[in-house]
């Protein structure tokens, strides 16, 4: 079969510790599974590269991805010594919208083995799809500050949407909840936001027009992210804006147990661009160097990248091992354990290269 040319960027922090691990699990993957994978490690995307060169990546860094299959990122920001703006405008967001990443999707699961902070919920209760706008909405550098320094100081700061961007992500998820249990939930803010949400609603009913038999709940962000809480078993796909759907991704997974095991693949459907897939967590600068960082999210992010590359079986194998090591084997801090990364992924990548 053909070679799989991935882009491997550790990034900052903690980045640094998943992401061998991440590949320790995809080599695995390849050696049971067949796949010929040439990974190659880029040394720029980081804080540290910013601090030498001024810049957080090479003027030709779209030419140097372009021919790749994936990006597989591991996390970037050290806010220590550089600006979070800087560093992620000039790495992650730069490539989610010169790619085109459009989609963002992010899995919440209640695995098996992993103590859940809400009570009475059992593995199997919590199983749903995050769907979020991944290149617009209220991501923008438009605006600017007027009367800067003085009491008369105004901030303005635009928001865009799309009727392109918020239709396809808008049919994305519509024919995600298709395959599933035909359930959608809408995150929406159009009682306050006065222009740009009800007109997103407009457009879910327009789009849902084609799909009848798709039961539709729109929910206003604020009740939304309670119902996560208190009700996490009544969601299935729920779609997104940009900043509601980066929110209600950190506050699922926070549901189900820890942020160290939610994986995230930032998709170009149509394939005109490398997607990218990689933890939904930062580099967490209160761990970086202990070695306790929890790998699973950025070992699921390899396995959503094979399933995305049509390697459908390797995934299944990466998950169940993921689902294995979590009810028998090793757990890192987070989980209320005192294994290190290291012993995870080897744990993990161990399971997948017996896999049956
Ligand atoms: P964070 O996700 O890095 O950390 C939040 C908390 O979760 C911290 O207490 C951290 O220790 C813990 N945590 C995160 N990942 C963990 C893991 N795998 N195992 C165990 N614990 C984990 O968020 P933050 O503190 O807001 O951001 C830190 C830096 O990361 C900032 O520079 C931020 O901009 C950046 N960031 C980058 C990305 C990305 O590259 N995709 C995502 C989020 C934040
Ligand atoms: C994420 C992160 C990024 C985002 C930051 C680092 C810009 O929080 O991937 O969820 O807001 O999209
Ligand atoms: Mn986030």
Redesign the pocket.
């Known amino acids: 079969s053909q070679t799989l040319k991935i882009a491997a960027i550790a990034?900052d922090?903690?980045g640094r510790e998943?992401m061998p691990e991440g590949l320790r699990v995809l080599e695995a993957a390849a050696q049971r599974f067949g796949i010929s994978l040439q990974i190659d490690t880029i040394d720029w995307a980081n804080c540290d590269y910013y601090q030498q060169t001024g810049a957080m990546m090479p003027e030709d860094w779209k030419a140097q991805l372009s021919g790749y299959d994936a990006i597989y990122f591991g996390?970037?920001?050290?806010?220590a010594t550089t600006p979070?703006h800087i560093?992620?405008w000039g790495s992650?967001l730069k490539f989610r919208r010169e790619f085109d990443q459009y989609i963002n999707l992010r899995p919440v699961r209640l695995f098996d083995g992993v103590p859940c902070p809400l009570a009475g919920r059992k593995a199997g209760d919590i199983d749903f799809l995050v769907v979020r706008e991944n290149t617009e909405g209220e991501y923008t550098n438009l605006g600017g500050i007027l009367f800067e320094g003085t009491d008369r100081e105004i901030v303005i700061q635009e928001s865009v949407f799309s009727r392109k961007g918020t239709d396809r992500v808008l049919r994305f998820a519509y024919e995600l909840a298709q395959q599933r249990k035909r359930k959608l939930t809408v995150a929406t803010k159009s009682n306050g936001i006065a222009i740009s949400m009800p007109w997103w609603d407009q457009r879910a009913d327009a789009i849902g027009a084609d799909y009848p038999d798709i039961a539709v709940d729109k929910q206003h962000i604020d009740i939304l992210t309670a119902h996560f809480v208190l009700q996490p078993q009544r969601f299935d796909v729920v779609v997104a804006s940009n900043l509601f759907g980066d929110i209600l991704s950190d506050l699922g997974p926070a549901c189900t147990g820890?942020?160290?095991l939610a994986p995230s693949a930032n998709l170009n459907p149509e394939r005109d661009f490398p997607s990218l897939f990689?933890?939904v967590?930062?580099?967490?600068?209160?761990?970086y160097g202990q070695g306790i960082?929890?790998p699973i999210?950025m070992i699921w992010s390899g396995a959503l990248m094979l399933q995305f590359l049509g390697h459908a079986e390797a995934h299944d194998a990466i998950v169940r091992a993921i689902e294995d090591s979590l009810k028998q084997g090793p757990h890192?801090p987070?989980l209320g354990g005192q294994a290190k990364t290291t012993d995870v992924g080897q744990d993990i990548a161990e399971r997948v290269r017996n896999a049956t």
């Open positions: 990034g922090g903690i998943v996390a970037v920001g050290w806010p979070d560093s992620l992650l820890t942020i160290g990689e933890p967590h930062g580099s967490a600068p209160d761990i960082a929890n999210a890192t987070d």
